[in-house]
Structures are given as structure tokens and as C-alpha cells.
């Protein structure tokens, strides 16, 4: 039988790295599978502006290769590839990696949650550039400017509702007439005198110049007619997906596809803990997720010390 490990690491955002640096420093000898995209989400982002520490911004690519460089420090081992499987069913846990197993007394999940995008022509040009989806991440740069929010739930309420802080003005488009935000959400974003709500329009064609977005064509899906709007900011709040499906259902999930956690940061088997964006549908920040990485590497400690190592 292979090395059993003391804990495997899955995924190398913000909570993987902090879990992979407490863990390292306990001398648990953390094993990391950092995924296909390693670094995680922030990867995508040029400017973070609120994480502590970094007085003057840093770039999403940097502050992760330093997390990454923290916790390698340490000892944590770092495998840029992806988990196609796990087995939960008994103990040591099973970790499949490229067809290679690997073994383990405690695993953490920490996958993180993509955020769903429209697909909108030139969209991937301008990810980053103008188009984001994170309103408490990106708001702040769009000072004085008028933006766009796409979407009909309470997180398109709740950015909207937010970004009156910076922009100008706020439109809200929303594919349907109907929408699914709160009654008390929905009244708040009508009611403020900087939003303008915009049913039956979806976001066609993404438009920029070299300076990043300047507007976008809208189509109304009824009869496929079109108008432009001119934003330099556009939200698109349609909803995040947790990465969970190669768990095959083997620790509880809500509807959504969220890890449950049961008690603390562990999850419905014990010894399988989970942190950061793949339980959280509520904050969703490189900080909270780094903290509760910081959470589940503790109580993974005192699980094995209970245990396994008693
Ligand atoms: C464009 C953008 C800008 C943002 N800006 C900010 C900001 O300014 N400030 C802020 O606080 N937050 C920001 N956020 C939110 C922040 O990125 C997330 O809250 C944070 O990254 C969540 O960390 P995490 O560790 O939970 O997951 P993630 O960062 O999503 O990392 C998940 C990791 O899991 C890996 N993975 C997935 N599946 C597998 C698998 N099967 N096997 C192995 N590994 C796997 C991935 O490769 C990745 O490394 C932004 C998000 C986006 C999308």
C-alpha cells in the first residue's frame, strides 16, 4: 500500500494555502493537489486592493505565487493537477489523481465556486476590464462612472444596491419580467433614486475600445430588437458554481452543489473538511476563504490528534 499521508489539500486558492501553511507549520506533512487552474480565482483579477497587508494593491497572480511560496517554505508539497476522484467510503481516504491513487487520514476541500458568466460576445476580451463579478472586489474602480448589473436575484440587488456608493448610476437588466430577489431587495433597488431597472434585455455583444468597456449592445429575447448603452462597468451577478461534482455526492451539498459543513469545518464524513468559496454563499473573499483554511487546517490538527494519532 502506498504512504499514508496525514491530510491531502484539494485546490490551491487562498483557503488551500492557508490550510497548507498551518498544516505545514504542525509538521502534518500536507500533500497539495492544486488543480488545473493553480492560484485559483484570483488569477484572473489584476488589482486586489482588499486584502490586508498590501498597502499599495497587488496583482491577483503575485499574492497568490506568494502564498504558494509561504507555504512551500514550510514544507507543503504542491502538485499542479487535478483530482478526478475520491473515495470517502473508508479509512484512509482515497484520492485519485491521472489514475494514481494516493492515501490519506483527513482531506480538504477547497475548490473553491466559479462564477457563471454570460458567454456575451468579446466577454472573455474584457473579463477584468471592465466587466467583473464581484462588486465588493471591483466597485471601488468605478468612481463617478455609470455601470451595468445583470441579473434578477438578490446578489444583483444587493451589487447594485452597493455600487450606488461609487458609480453615477446603476442599470439593472434582467432577462425576464419576473424576478427572484426578495420582495424587500427588489424595493430597495427600485426605489434609489441612482438605479434604472431594465426588464426583457440580455447582454449581447460586449463593446470596448483601447481603453477597456465602453458599453454594450442589449437584445430584448422577445423579438430579438437591440439598443446600445454606453457603461465603462458592467456586474454580471447571475449566480456562482461550486466545484464539488468530483465528490460524486459522497459529503452533503446543499441544492446548490455547496459543501454543508457539520460540525465546525468538517463535513458529513468525518476527517473530510471543506473551506473557502465551496461552503461559503455568503462572503465569497480571498480573506474569508484564506481564514477558513486557517479553520479547517485546526480542527483537521485536533481530528487527528483524537483519531489517528491518539
Ligand atoms: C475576477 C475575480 C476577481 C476577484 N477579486 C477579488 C478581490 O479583489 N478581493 C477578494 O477578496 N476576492 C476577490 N475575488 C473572490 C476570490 O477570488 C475568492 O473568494 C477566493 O479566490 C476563494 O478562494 P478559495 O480558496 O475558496 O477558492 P479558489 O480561489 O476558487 O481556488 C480553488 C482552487 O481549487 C482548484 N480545483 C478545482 N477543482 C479541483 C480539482 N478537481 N482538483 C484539484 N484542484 C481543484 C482550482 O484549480 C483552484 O486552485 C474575485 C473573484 C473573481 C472571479
Sequence with gaps: MS????????????????AGLYNARAMLNPLMFGGYMSGG??????????????PEGISGAEMMMQ??????????????????????SSSPFTVTVEGEEYKSH??????????????????????GRGISVCATCDGAFFRDQEVLVIGGGDSAMEEATFLTRFASKVTIIHRREVFRASKVMLDRAKTH???????????????SDDNGLTGAILEDPRDGSTEEIGVTGAFIAIGHKPITKFLDGQVETDESGYIVAKEHTM???????????????????????AGMGCQAAIDVEHWLENNIHN
Aim: charged share 25%.
Design 3 to 18: 504512504e499514508v499521508r496525514n491530510v491531502i489539500i484539494i485546490g490551491s486558492g487562498p483557503a488551500g494555502y492557508t
Design 41 to 54: 480565482q484570483l488569477m484572473l483579477t489584476t488589482d486586489i486592493e482588499n486584502f490586508p497587508g498590501y
Design 67 to 88: 502564498l504558494r511560496q509561504q507555504a512551500e517554505k514550510f514544507g507543503l508539497e504542491v502538485h499542479d493537477k487535478d483530482v478526478s476522484k475520491v473515495d470517502f
Design 106 to 127: 483527513a482531506v480538504i476541500i477547497s475548490t473553491g465556486a466559479e462564477a457563471i458568466w454570460l458567454g456575451a460576445e468579446n466577454e472573455d476580451a474584457q473579463k
Design 193 to 207: 433614486p441612482k438605479i434604472e431597472m431594465k426588464m426583457h434585455r440580455q447582454v449581447k455583444t460586449w463593446l
Design 267 to 289: 463535513t458529513s464524513v468525518p476527517g473530510v473538511f471543506a473551506a473557502g468559496d465551496v461552503v461559503d454563499t455568503r462572503y465569497r473573499q480571498a480573506i474569508t476563504a
